[in-house]
């Protein structure tokens, strides 16, 4: 779920994955990586997303839906 809800936010400011590296400080393979799922994001990566996107960690992690509620 959290790769769905990163690359949405990320196609929403209309960012390529190479932009969205440099602002969480990793290269675009990671982020391809973080998209797809294949590695988990760690707590500072989360945090990181969470300021970027104004969103909470809940919802980047899929445990609530874009108005607050639990899912």
């Known amino acids: 779920m959290f790769g ?7 196609i929403e400011k209309n ?3 190479s932009d969205l590296a440099a602002q969480i400080q990793c290269n675009q393979q990671t982020v ?4 797809q799922e294949k590695i988990d994001l760690s707590t500072d ?3 990181r997303l969470c ?3 104004k969103v909470s960690a ?9 108005t607050g509620a639990k899912i």
């Open 45 to 47: 990566v989360i945090i």
């Open 51 to 53: 300021h970027l996107f």
């Open 15 to 17: 960012w390529t994955q």
């Open 32 to 35: 391809s990586r973080y998209e």
């Open 58 to 66: 809940d919802y980047l992690l899929g445990l609530e839906d874009e």
């Open 4 to 10: 769905e809800r990163i690359k949405e936010l990320r």
